[in-house]
T-cell receptor, first 112, second 116 residues
Framework: GESVGLHLPTLSVQEGDNSIINCAYSNSASDYFIWYKQESGKGPQFIID?????DKRQGQRVTVLLNKTVKHLSLQIAATQPGDSAVYFCAEPGTSYDKVIFGPGTSLSVIP | DARVTQTPRDKVTEMGQEVTMRCQPILGHNTVFWYRQTMMQGLELLAYFRNRAPLDDSGMPKDRFSAEMPDATLATLKIQPSEPRDSAVYFC??????????????FGPGTRLLVL
């Protein structure tokens, strides 16, 4: 079966430091990955995505890295701010591509 | 600013009662998903629709849960009868599916359900 999982369930970082959230996936055929951010009391929100023909993609303060060799992706947040405190999910398409499979999530806490 | 809306935001009910949750997807989106989120199970896909037709409801307990799309602007998730183990946050998400694929899903704020 396919699964998407996270290495660390919780992460605490000092405000201003960089954060790195990791994700392992098992379906080597996945060609698209998405990171979602879920703030307390809200639904998940799209942050950034990456296709399998890329190994890096940058957004505003966020960078996603994809290593297909070891089936690993990471989300890097530069100069972490208190507003970045949330649960972060990585996700990949299911085999039918109609669905998206979400990982268990990593809770990021930013220490002021 | 287009967004998915869900009602009610919070629902407290007693075991055995019927619960109906509603979702208005983003106008123009042709795919609607229902998820359930709990601390233990994380985000679970319950069912989803494409162009109002149910595509997959294998994640849903069939005996008590039902999902419908009466029209393109309304999706409903019903639990009858409700049980304490149904307590969770239920999210609706919508997206635009092309060639059978939805890449980005837009989530509503969720309905927090507590069954006593």
């Amino acid at each position: 079966g396919e699964s998407v999982g996270l290495h660390l369930p919780t992460l605490s970082v000092q405000e201003g430091d960089n954060s790195i959230i990791n994700c392992a996936y098992s379906n080597s055929a996945s060609d698209y990955f998405i990171w979602y951010k879920q703030e307390s009391g809200k639904g998940p929100q799209f942050i950034i995505d990456i296709r399998s023909n890329m190994d890096k993609r940058q957004g505003q303060r966020v960078t996603v890295l994809l290593n297909k060799t070891v089936k690993h992706l990471s989300l890097q947040i530069a100069a972490t701010q208190p507003g970045d405190s949330a649960v972060y999910f990585c996700a990949e398409p299911g085999t039918s591509y109609d669905k998206v499979i979400f990982g268990p999530g990593t809770s990021l806490s930013v220490i002021p | 600013d287009a967004r998915v809306t869900q009602t009610p935001r919070d629902k407290v009910t007693e075991m055995g009662q019927e619960v109906t949750m509603r979702c208005q997807p983003i106008l123009g989106h042709n795919t609607v998903f229902w998820y359930r989120q709990t601390m233990m199970q994380g985000l679970e896909l319950l069912a989803y629709f494409r162009n109002r037709a149910p595509l997959d409801d294998s994640g849903m307990p069939k005996d008590r849960f039902s999902a419908e799309m009466p029209d393109a602007t309304l999706a409903t998730l019903k639990i009858q009868p409700s049980e304490p183990r149904d307590s969770a946050v239920y999210f609706c998400a919508s997206g635009l599916g092309a060639s059978g694929r939805v890449e980005t899903q837009y989530f509503g704020p969720g309905t927090r359900l507590l069954v006593l």
